[in-house]
């Protein structure tokens, strides 16, 4: 059997995504820029998707801003909001948190070599930040807040609502980000509800293609472009459209549901509930309710998780690990790290993500794989005594 | 990433298990760096009357790399003399298993380094002297094995 569980990673494209997207290959492969026919039904589709985008979020057409992907659309949040600064003679003060991506953390901390101050904000054992702690990290100096909705490795859902009224009742100029690239389509994200003002969302990991995302930017935020060019995506973003992508970005998001969601959701939950009972020491990753509907994250002590990834592998099922050993930098995932897992318990971790494709007789027969590998992982690991 | 033969050696290792009575044990490394091993050897004499490495076993906690390196340090040190054995090199250990990723060499570094603190263990369970060059390296290994739990940190402090 074969059971993909890397969805957080990326999921394959939807057949009828991949249908909506083939003609913008071919037939239809004007730029979107042109104003001939082949131009004006390219431009169509750009549309079309961004108003099938625009009413997942409940905002204006003009808010979606598609970009290459969840990396530049936060790269472009931060530093475009930095630079706003810069271009004023001012630098000032961002404010995040420890489990954020790695482009969140990279582009925070390339802003601190140009002079920015930024602060890390801790989390709990589930991951979670402290709207409190946010509250006294607020200076007078601060201009920008960016909190994920969703962990991409643990799953745990931040409170963006609570931390959205503790910004704008500190501060209403701080501006308020979201890296949502995990929870878009899988969680309620309501620009207005929750006080933001840029949200990042992609498309490789809802069966859309590769290559594409958003930045959406609430009406009236000044935000310094990344890419100068033609003036593309409402002067915001330059750079030939990327029609075929946007199509299936569009159609990728119409194609979510909440009983996709609820399915996810129940194969999760079984997932949880069988390793936990079944396999001896188990321990899960990430809060226990406040978590994404396709996020599992185990560590099985006495067993290291690249270990157990490739076993798994080598039965069909993949998975991801956060230990060092399958990192090029030899170290141990920063979100484990960030909710106090032990070194070696963070190095025995490992990810499942759902999709929409899974069943419930694959989460059985992941649950007696697991069993067994752990088990005979445990056999021959220097550390574990047998109970 | 890995080679076949490393797949092969991690998915189905030779000599993995405990030795109760064992005449040496070499444990190295530590949960911080992610990978603990335990080598056992049992000494015995070979037709021309040196001391062999007659039987050796291993158990790890650790990445494919670490499995791999273990099980197939363990087939090579089988047979050897003590010299022979304490003679070995990591780069020995890659070279039989056809290479290993850049990243993952150091794991080949703690199974021989396993290996010569189990002959460690046993000259001088023995009361017997140690090498001048076996003292050098224990001292190195009980360093690293110090610095790889000062090394790992977070990311973001």
């Not at chain 1, 930017?217 to 472009?225: E, M, N, S, Y």
Request: glycine share 8%.
């Amino acid at each position: 059997m074969e059971v993909y569980l890397d969805h957080a990673a990326t999921t394959p494209i939807h057949p009828e995504v991949l249908v909506a997207m083939q003609p913008y290959f071919t037939e239809q492969f004007g730029n979107a820029s042109s104003l001939h026919k082949w131009g004006r039904e390219a431009r169509k589709a750009v549309d079309l998707a961004r108003e099938q985008i625009a009413d997942k979020l409940n905002i204006m057409c003009r808010e979606v801003i598609f970009t290459s992907g969840g990396t530049e659309a936060n790269n472009w949040a931060i530093k475009g909001v930095a630079f706003t600064r810069e271009a004023s003679g001012l630098k000032g003060h961002i404010i995040t948190q420890k489990t954020e991506h790695d482009c969140v953390l990279n582009a925070c901390k390339w802003l601190e070599s140009r002079g920015f101050a930024v602060t890390y904000l801790d989390v709990d054992e589930f991951g979670m930040v402290n709207p409190e702690d946010l509250k006294s990290a607020i200076r007078p100096e601060t201009f920008l807040v960016t909190i994920m909705h969703a962990n991409n490795e643990i799953g745990t859902v931040q409170p963006l609502k609570e931390i959205g009224q503790v910004i704008k009742t500190a501060n209403p100029a701080i501006l308020f980000h979201t890296d949502a690239c995990q929870s878009f389509t899988k969680e309620p994200l309501n620009l207005k509800d929750l006080n933001l003002d840029l949200i990042t969302i992609n498309s490789h990991k809802i069966y859309g293609p590769k290559g594409v995302g958003a930045l959406v930017v609430k009406q009236g935020t000044k935000l310094v472009p990344l890419l100068h060019g033609g003036g593309h995506e409402f002067g915001h973003r330059s750079g030939t459209i990327n029609v075929h992508g946007i199509m299936g970005f569009g159609k990728a998001v119409s194609l979510a549901s909440p009983e996709k969601n609820r399915h996810m959701q129940t194969l999760r939950d079984h997932l949880i509930k069988r390793v936990l009972a079944e396999i001896p020491g188990a321990l899960l990753n990430g809060h226990p309710t406040q978590r994404l509907v396709n996020n599992t994250n185990f560590s099985f002590p006495g067993v290291e998780g690249e270990a157990l990834l490739l076993r798994l592998d080598a039965h069909g099922i993949a998975a991801s690990t956060g230990s060092a050993c399958s990192s090029n930098t030899l170290e141990a995932s920063h979100t484990m790290m960030a909710i106090g897992r032990k070194p070696e318990l963070a190095h025995a971790s490992i990810r499942m993500s759902l999709g929409w494709e899974n069943t419930l007789e694959q989460m059985d027969y992941v649950v007696e794989v697991l069993k067994d590998e752990v088990k005979q992982l445990r056999s021959m690991s220097a550390t574990w005594r047998r109970e | 990433m890995y080679n076949q033969k490393v797949m092969d050696y991690f998915l189905k290792p030779i000599n993995m298990g405990d030795m109760p009575d064992a005449d040496g044990v070499g444990e190295v490394g530590n949960v911080v760096c992610g990978d603990v091993m335990h080598l056992f050897i049992r000494v015995g004499k070979n037709p021309a009357g040196k001391e062999v490495i007659a039987d050796v076993k291993f158990k790890t906690l650790g990445c494919v790399a670490a499995i791999a390196t273990s099980s197939i340090a363990t087939e090579l040190a089988k047979g050897k003399t003590l010299e022979q054995a304490m003679a070995m090199t990591n780069q020995d250990v890659v070279r039989e298993l056809g290479g290993l990723p850049p990243v993952k060499v150091h794991c080949s570094v703690l199974a021989v380094d396993a290996l010569k603190m189990a002959i460690y263990d046993y000259l001088k369970k023995q009361g017997r002297p140690i090498p001048e060059k076996l003292e050098k390296e224990a001292q190195r290994i009980r360093k690293d094995t110090e610095n790889a739990e000062a090394h790992t940190h977070p990311h973001v402090e």
